[in-house]
C-alpha cells in the first residue's frame, strides 16, 4: 500500500534560517504530491503540489521538488519568518489503480522563534 | 465560494449522547472525506464517500456513521459519544480525480465527557 514518512517535530528555527522537512514515500502508481499546511486552530490548506516527475512546487517562498528515483518530496524554504510557525503535512494521492484515498504523513510541528 | 464549512465549531457531549456534525460544500466536489487530529497521530481518515449515494469506511470507522444523499453535504453522526472520540473533527472535500488537492473545513472540537 501507500505510505508517507515525514521527519519527526518539532523543528526550532531562528528567524532568518534555512527550513528543510524531509518527506519520503511509497507508493504503487505515479502519486501526486502535496505540502498542507496547518496553523493553529484552523484546518489544513494546500502550500504546494506537484503532480510529475521533476516537477517544482512552489508557494509563499515554499519549494518542493518531485524526485521519482529517490521517492522523495522534501520542502524547503531560504528564510523562514515567525508567521511560519505551523504543523506541515506531506501527503499523495495516487492517479492509478483507482484509489481515492490519500495518504498523510504524520505532520510536523516548525516553530519559529524571533 | 463559502468553501468547506462545519458546524458547530465547538460541542461538548455527556457519554452515551449521540449528534450529527455537519459539513458542507459548494464547490460540486465530489469526493468528501472526514476526519480526526489527535495529538501525535496525525490525520485520521473515519468515513469517505466518492459520490452522492456512495460512502465507504476508512481507518477509523467504529463509533460513527455517515451518509451523502446531495453532493453538497456529507454529516458525521457520532451514535453514542464515548471519552475516546474526543478529538478535532475535519470534513474536506475534491474534485474527484485524485491528482486535485483536498479542501479542508475550519474543523469542530468535540469533548466527550
Known amino acids: 500500500g501507500n505510505s508517507v514518512t515525514q521527519m519527526e517535530g518539532p523543528v526550532t528555527l531562528s528567524e532568518e534560517a534555512f527550513l528543510t522537512i524531509n518527506c519520503t514515500y511509497t507508493?504503487?502508481?505515479?502519486?501526486?504530491l502535496f505540502w498542507y499546511v496547518q496553523y493553529p486552530g484552523e484546518g489544513l490548506q494546500l502550500l504546494l503540489k506537484?503532480?510529475?516527475?521533476?516537477d517544482k512546487g512552489s508557494n509563499k517562498g515554499f519549494e518542493a521538488t518531485y524526485r521519482k528515483e529517490t521517492t522523495s518530496f522534501h520542502l524547503e524554504k531560504g528564510s523562514v519568518q515567525v508567521s511560519d510557525s505551523a504543523v506541515y503535512f506531506c501527503?499523495?494521492?495516487?492517479?492509478?489503480?483507482?484509489?481515492?484515498?490519500?495518504?498523510f504523513g504524520r505532520g510536523t510541528s516548525l516553530i519559529v522563534h524571533p | 465560494n463559502a468553501g468547506v464549512t462545519q458546524t458547530p465549531k465547538f460541542q461538548v457531549l455527556k457519554t452515551g449522547q449521540s449528534m450529527t456534525l455537519q459539513c458542507a460544500q459548494d464547490?460540486?466536489?465530489?469526493?468528501m472525506s472526514w476526519y480526526r487530529q489527535d495529538p501525535g497521530m496525525g490525520l485520521r481518515l473515519i468515513h469517505y464517500?466518492?459520490?452522492?449515494?456512495?460512502?465507504d469506511q476508512g481507518e477509523v470507522p467504529n463509533g460513527y456513521n455517515v451518509s451523502r444523499s446531495t453532493t453538497e453535504d456529507f454529516p458525521l453522526r457520532l451514535l453514542s459519544a464515548a471519552p475516546s472520540q474526543t478529538s478535532v473533527y475535519f470534513c474536506?472535500?475534491?474534485?474527484?480525480?485524485?491528482?486535485?488537492?483536498?479542501?479542508f473545513g475550519p474543523g469542530t472540537r468535540l469533548t466527550v465527557t
Open positions: 506537484a503532480t510529475k516527475a521533476d
Open positions: 507508493a504503487t502508481g505515479y502519486p501526486s
Open positions: 464547490m460540486n466536489h465530489e469526493y
Open positions: 464517500s466518492v459520490g452522492a449515494g456512495i460512502t
Open positions: 474536506a472535500s475534491r474534485l474527484g480525480t485524485p491528482n486535485y488537492e483536498q479542501y
Open positions: 501527503a499523495l494521492s495516487d492517479r492509478t489503480g483507482g484509489s481515492y484515498i490519500p495518504t
